[in-house]
């Protein structure tokens, strides 16, 4: 069994499932066998299967009479049914298996009645020393990377599974300095190394389900793609009290988004709140920042009132604040499915997720010392005098909130923006024209 046990060490080096074995036949020591599924791709490959068919080729015979096999943890099913077809007399285990064992912990087919072959068993040799190595080796793969903090909430899978037109597998992270332990949700599409990377960023009450239309566009011209969704919205983590969102956070946490990943190259894509926020980001580095599409969303810098549009949405928010999203969705762009407009209201499933949905309303700067007000104004100026990227603006005229009044002001504070382009059937989620707006944005920034 020490033998066995310096196999699956070599296992455990290997970063492999710490399981080994031997065949012994008349005291001598004929095959050895460690596991091996992750390096071999081969989901047959377990210790005992390894040590078998070597100890087969040693003896130039599949049967393997007045054979023993020692193993460090007790045989699975499928290598027990390997065992009686070679006949073997006897195996030692170590440590049981309560999940999976077949000698006897959750079946003993090894001792089955009605099978034409039994082999003897015994077990618990060296257990604890057997059972310590994969204790060791799970431990720290079974400590969880992201624990939920108690002052939030986190979307159950379930509530995503089978959105339509969103195939993409979720990124997560969770020790950028901002979000202290949140966990922050992001799509991460095509190639790490693009010539070129689109970095789209959401507003309220929506989430990356906004980009669905434009990502397979942007990733079959070649490009990268980065979808984040803010702390409180789509699968990331909802903090419970309202009061947790800020202006300033939720940049930070962009901010810090942006470096962790290195971004560069970037096309920043904005609507509503991505807006709002992401308008602040390039001036912090702008040498990551090549190109804007920005479409219905505001620089909100407290020195300019807010538009009529908005403080009616404001007013009807706080009258509302358990409004379905998806029937808002529904409202501006009829061509949405059921299945589509449900997909907006996943992340949503009762009223403590929606602390976000009713707190960023009010976050809008409206006057020059509120949260956000004088970074905005900062931008501003950078969007004015420092930019030298270039930009496409792409404006729903259906929007009575962000529509083309607000649109023409932000056109004129964009250095070099061209005249806006406007959508007739468009409402104030954009995107939801997406493939037409990705389309010419890819030809756009080509050039």
Not at 280 to 292: D, E, I, V
Not at 306 to 315: E, H
Request: glycine share 8%; charged share 20%; hydrophobic share 45%.
């Amino acid at each position: 069994m020490r033998l066995a046990l310096a196999e699956a060490r070599a296992a455990a080096a290997a970063g492999e499932v710490p399981v080994g074995a031997v065949v012994v036949k008349d005291g001598r020591v004929i095959a050895t066998g460690r596991n091996a599924p992750v390096a071999g791709h081969d989901p047959t490959a377990h210790a005992e299967i390894a040590a078998l068919r070597a100890a087969a080729q040693a003896l130039g015979n599949y049967r393997l009479d007045g054979c023993t096999l020692f193993v460090t943890l007790e045989p699975c099913a499928m290598c027990a049914g390997a065992m009686l077809h070679a006949r073997l007399d006897r195996v030692v285990y170590g440590a049981a298996d309560p999940k999976t064992g077949a000698a006897g912990s959750v079946v003993n087919l090894l001792g089955e009645p009605r099978l034409n072959h039994r082999t003897a068993v015994q077990g618990g040799v060296l257990a604890d020393e057997c059972a310590a190595l994969l204790h060791d080796f799970f431990r720290p793969r079974r400590v969880n990377p992201s624990p939920l903090r108690d002052d939030a909430l986190r979307p159950p899978d379930a509530a995503f599974a089978d959105l339509p037109g969103y195939p993409w597998a979720p990124h997560y992270v969770s020790d950028l300095p901002a979000l202290n332990g949140l966990r922050m949700h992001y799509l991460d599409e095509g190639p790490a190394d693009a010539r070129r990377t689109w970095l789209c960023l959401h507003g309220n009450p929506a989430w990356s389900y906004l980009y669905r239309h434009m990502i397979p566009v942007f990733v079959g011209a070649g490009d990268r793609v980065v979808a984040p969704d803010l702390i409180g919205f789509g699968k990331s983590d909802k903090p419970k009290k309202a009061a947790a969102h800020t202006f300033a956070w939720h940049r930070q946490v962009l901010l810090d988004l942006v470096e962790r990943l290195d971004l560069r190259d970037v096309v920043l894509v904005v609507q509503d709140w991505g807006g709002l926020l992401g308008l602040t980001l390039p001036m912090a580095a702008p040498q990551r920042y090549r190109g804007l599409l920005v479409m219905n969303t505001t620089l909100a810098t407290g020195d300019v009132p807010l538009s009529d549009g908005f403080i009616a949405w404001r007013d009807w928010c706080a009258k509302n604040p358990a409004f379905d999203a998806g029937r808002l969705f529904a409202r501006g762009n009829p061509q949405l499915s059921k299945a589509e407009c449900a997909a907006y209201m996943a992340p949503f499933p009762d009223a403590g997720h929606r602390a976000a949905t009713r707190a960023f309303p009010d976050m809008v700067p409206e006057c020059a010392d509120d949260d956000g007000a004088a970074v905005s104004r900062e931008a501003r100026e950078f969007w004015r005098h420092a930019w030298q990227g270039r930009s496409l603006m792409a404006v729903g005229a259906q929007d009575p909130v962000l529509g083309p009044p607000v649109m023409s002001v932000l056109q004129r504070d964009i250095r070099g923006c061209p005249e806006p382009w406007l959508l007739p059937q468009a409402g104030h989620f954009v995107p939801e024209q997406g493939r037409v707006i990705a389309e010419r944005a890819v030809s756009h920034f080509a050039r």
